[in-house]
């Protein structure tokens, strides 16, 4: 299954988060990534619920997530407070 978002997109998402386009290895950058990734599949097991690698696949993002959050409210609690406001991710 393809991921769901475009090289476009993904370059827009780095610049946005990450500062530049050499950051894609921010928090933040790989956070936003994730939940981008994270509506494309939500969105896909809407029309297909019985999509069990889909449904596994999403778990498996929403945990990383969930660390990488973790992880910013950890080291930088601002930010943290920042990004989830600006992604609408209730946390």
């Known amino acids: 299954m393809e991921s769901g978002v ?4 993904k370059q827009e998402i780095i610049r946005e988060f990450g500062g530049s386009d050499e950051n894609t ?8 990534l994730f939940t981008e990734r ?3 599949i939500t969105d896909h097991l809407k029309k297909h619920k019985k999509d069990y690698s889909s449904t596994r696949a999403l778990v498996k993002l929403v945990g990383k997530r969930r660390s990488l959050l973790k992880y910013l409210a950890k080291k930088d609690l601002d930010n ?5 406001k600006k992604l609408k991710i209730r946390r």
Not at 25 to 32: D, E, V
């Open 80 to 84: 943290y407070r920042e990004l989830t």
């Open 6 to 9: 475009t090289q476009e997109r």
């Open 38 to 40: 994270i509506k494309h």
């Open 25 to 32: 290895g921010s928090t933040q950058a790989q956070i936003a």
